[in-house]
């Protein structure tokens, strides 16, 4: 158990739907990640966040957005949904961001969405 | 832009056989490198880092993997797997250690 948290486990929905994937990191993390996971894009890096403020992109869709709240909890919202977002998403934490690349990331077990 | 490349898709091997997983990377600048794995269902766990210093780094469970800058390369090496390595296994690079690119993964299978 890494100590990082995601809801809900399994989600199905339709297409054009919108979904919110929640997050809690590990107790002291004040950096949160954003992966998807699918079988023909592999592991992509989404987004980060450290202490509520956005710190880097990636190949995040504009049809996505996250935030981290006060409490360091982070949500990922995925609106308009189509097929080609079923997929795994993933939430990491960290300390800090790795600058300097210090400490590591901690994944949680995932969010496997569904839209048929 | 910063990419990585894990050449061998699947890979079996015999149990107590040794294991070599490989990883290219390309990046313009000293990249932190990373290894994880991941079980089935489960989330990815990190077995070894390199950010400098030492380029053989020694990881969890035995892993090691060594950081060869004229390859650009980071394979991941075991000299004895055991039945429980099997899993997927991915290579990853970062900047800063902000962005994190990673490999499509390896999938292993252990043979009794």
């Known amino acids: 158990d890494s100590g990082v948290t995601q809801t809900p486990k399994h989600l199905i929905t339709a297409t054009g739907q919108r979904v919110t994937l929640r997050c809690s990191p590990r107790?002291?993390?004040?950096?949160v990640y954003w992966y998807q996971q699918s079988l023909d894009q592999g592991l992509q890096f989404l987004i980060q966040?450290?202490?509520?403020?956005?710190?880097a992109k990636g190949n995040i869709l504009e049809r996505f957005s996250a935030q981290q709240f006060p409490d360091l909890h982070s949500e990922l919202n995925l609106s308009s949904l189509e097929l080609g977002d079923s997929a795994l998403y993933f939430c990491?934490?960290?300390?800090?961001?790795?600058?300097?690349?210090?400490?590591?990331?901690?994944f949680g077990p995932g969010t496997r969405l569904t839209v048929l | 832009a910063q990419s990585v490349t894990q050449p061998d898709i699947h890979i079996t091997v015999s149990e107590g056989a040794s294991l070599e997983l490989r990883c290219n990377y390309s990046y313009g600048a000293t990249p932190y490198l990373f290894w994880y794995v991941q079980s089935p269902g489960q989330g990815l766990q990190l077995l070894l880092k390199y950010f400098s210093g030492d380029t053989l780094v020694q990881g969890i469970k035995g892993f090691e993997a060594e950081f060869k800058r004229s390859q650009s390369s980071f394979n991941l090496r075991k000299p004895s797997v055991h039945w429980s390595d099997a899993a997927e296994y991915f290579c990853?690079?970062?900047?800063?250690?902000?962005?994190?690119?990673f490999g499509t993964g390896t999938s292993l299978t252990v043979i009794p």
């Open positions: 990853a690079v970062s900047n800063t250690g902000n962005q994190f690119y």
């Open positions: 966040y450290y202490n509520g403020e956005e710190r």
């Open positions: 990491a934490s960290s300390v800090a961001p790795l600058a300097g690349g210090q400490g590591e990331q901690f």
């Open positions: 107790s002291g993390d004040l950096s």
